[in-house]
């Protein structure tokens, strides 16, 4: 019996040995011999850029690649591997690559050594690479990389040489004779060796420049400000920008935005110099353009009063290297550490300024006319040489004689010694004495404790059985401190006075005044500090210039403690601004 096959049945077995037959001929092996080659850049690349080379395996399935040694370069990515298959001329072939993008080091002659692959039947080599590194840029010029290239980007410093903490600008530009669509900036230079402040508000619109012979339309597309932290040659590596390129025609590419182009600028050089030697002792660390302002809130006072010069400071140097100036003052007169009102750093559009508001204490010690002369010092990058500023006009002040010159104030009786135990206390003690004696409150005090005793026992029997019902813990109240301790470290400070030991007399001027001041507010001294203290002196009405003193006390102890900063010739005027301070605590009387 024969089997009719129809036609439909037929075209059915055609087409499938049709599709059988071409997939097969995709994954047959390559009929072309098994090639494996280095490639990399065609010229040569500059110090700190980034660069591409590759190995790729034609007509052969690599099962393992062994990549060569990269001595003298840095893997900045990698490998990345490809791969993919086809028909040429009716041959098929098959491909195999892996990348490696390379950050160059120093300039000079390197060698890239062989690769290996193996297949399932060869092993097979490359040829060593020989890539030429030339040195980076050092001048701040511009200049196209090719003379006919219609777009690059360069990554350009405002100065070829900078002083240590001078503020400086990076900038990577735009040079195209095309169109742009967009950018996208997808790598930045690491700034080793810089202190950095990302730029917000520079000027992006475009100028026009002339590069040999041909006309560039330049844009800055970032920008960053540089302070350089050490003295010697900083290299400034690339940056990569994707750039949006209208073709053209403009077409169905520039409605994508554009066709993508990656593109890197070429690395730059600093020379850092460092300051010159010797510094002024005026010197604050300031380098580059400053300005300063000083204002006195009065020009007559008594040796009872303080007087408060404010400075106003603002310049564009490293923020972090400026130190507040000290001034040196006339005889008769005694200053402090300043206290910092307003401290900010911000953008004006062309540099990043750090501004400064300082308040500086000063009291008179001895009756006269004085003239304040206060001066600061800093480098000025454009002159390149220390400069020093004054105030416009110096500072006159007449001081007259308070009503506590020339007194020897002793040291306050509740604070030198403990006062004698008060008659009432006696008294007390003398007619409650025998009632304590008594066995009838002996025991009635007996039955209390084993009554307490049976009900507690009561009580944690039923908390056991009823697990979810149980007391929150609370902490015990820190009993506040007694005044008699605070007293004899009081003393105590006072004797280290005489023994100019000025940190032991700062910690134990500080110890003491934050025990007598807890004693005084019925706290304990581990809840307090200067805001705590503010607060409560406040609330009980200690007059604004008494609490002032204080806290100006507890801060040049603490910077005398912990800040290193323990001045000798500062203790007299400390211990006895402290000691005014505490008397007037004790005529107000305790919370």
Not at 227 to 255: K, N
Not at 493 to 518: I, T
């Amino acid at each position: 019996m024969r089997t009719r096959i129809s036609k439909k049945q037929t075209n059915f077995w055609a087409a499938a040995t049709a599709v059988w037959l071409l997939g097969w001929a995709v994954w047959l092996p390559a009929q072309g011999t098994a090639t494996f080659e280095a490639s990399g850049p065609s010229r040569d690349v500059a110090e700190g850029s980034i660069f591409e080379v590759s190995f790729s395996l034609k007509n052969a399935a690599g099962k393992r690649f062994i990549p060569p040694d990269f001595k003298g370069f840095r893997v900045a990515n990698g490998p990345s591997e490809m791969r993919g298959a086809g028909f040429i001329n009716g041959q098929s072939y098959s491909h195999q690559t892996w990348s490696y993008e390379l950050e160059a080091g120093k300039p000079g002659t390197y060698t890239i050594g062989i690769a290996v692959v193996q297949t399932s039947t060869q092993t097979l080599r490359t040829q060593p690479l020989t890539i030429r590194v030339g040195a980076a840029r050092t001048s701040k010029a511009n200049t196209a990389p090719k003379s006919d290239d219609k777009v690059f980007v360069s990554g350009e410093l405002n100065t070829d040489k900078a002083r240590v903490g001078q503020q400086l600008h990076y900038q990577i530009k735009l040079y195209t004779q095309l169109s742009i669509s967009d950018f996208d900036i997808l790598d930045l230079p690491a700034f080793e060796g810089f202190y950095t402040r990302e730029c917000r508000r520079f000027d992006t619109r475009t100028q026009y420049q002339t590069i040999r012979g041909k006309k560039y339309a330049v844009r800055v597309l970032y920008e960053m400000a540089l302070f350089p932290q050490e003295p010697g040659e900083i290299l400034i590596g690339s940056a990569r920008v994707r750039l949006g390129v209208d073709q053209p025609g403009g077409g169905f590419s520039s409605l994508l935005g554009g066709t993508p182009v990656l593109m890197q600028t070429q690395p730059v050089k600093l020379k850092v110099e460092a300051l010159p030697d010797p510094a002024p002792a005026s010197f604050t660390g300031g380098i580059g353009q400053y300005l300063w302002k000083i204002t006195a809130d009065k020009d007559s006072c008594t040796t009872d009063d303080a007087l408060t010069l404010t400075v106003s400071i603002q310049g564009n140097g490293d923020a972090r290297r400026f130190a507040n100036p000290r001034f040196t003052l006339p005889d008769g007169l005694e200053g402090f550490d300043p206290k910092a009102r307003d401290d900010e750093e911000y953008e004006t559009g062309e540099q990043f300024v750090h501004a400064r508001t300082l308040e500086y204490v000063i009291l008179p010690k001895q009756p006269g006319d004085y003239e304040l002369l206060p001066e600061m010092t800093v480098f000025d990058t454009d002159s390149t040489r220390y400069r020093t500023l004054r105030a416009e006009t110096p500072i006159l002040l007449h001081v007259t004689a308070g009503n506590n010159y020339g007194k020897n104030l002793p040291v306050p009786d509740t604070l030198a010694a403990p006062p004698p135990t008060p008659s009432p206390l006696a008294d007390f003690w003398e007619t409650t004495g025998a009632t304590l004696r008594s066995p009838w409150l002996w025991g009635s005090l007996t039955g209390v404790m084993l009554f307490s005793g049976a009900y507690f026992f009561w009580k944690n029997r039923r908390q056991a059985d009823q697990p979810d019902k149980r007391t929150p813990y609370t902490e015990p109240d820190k009993a506040a401190p007694n005044t008699k301790e605070a007293r004899k470290r009081f003393a105590n400070a006072n004797r280290l006075l005489q023994q100019d030991d000025p940190r032991a007399f700062y910690h134990e001027l500080l110890k003491s005044m934050q025990l007598y001041l807890a004693a005084w507010l019925q706290m304990s001294p581990a809840d307090l500090n200067k805001e705590i203290l503010s607060e409560k002196l406040a609330s009980r009405q200690v007059p604004a210039a008494t609490t002032a003193d204080i806290l100006r006390v507890w801060q040049v102890c603490e910077q005398a403690v912990f800040a290193s900063r323990a001045r000798a010739e500062d203790m007299n005027g400390v211990w006895h601004l402290a000691q005014s301070a505490l008397q007037q605590l004790d005529g107000k009387g305790r919370a």
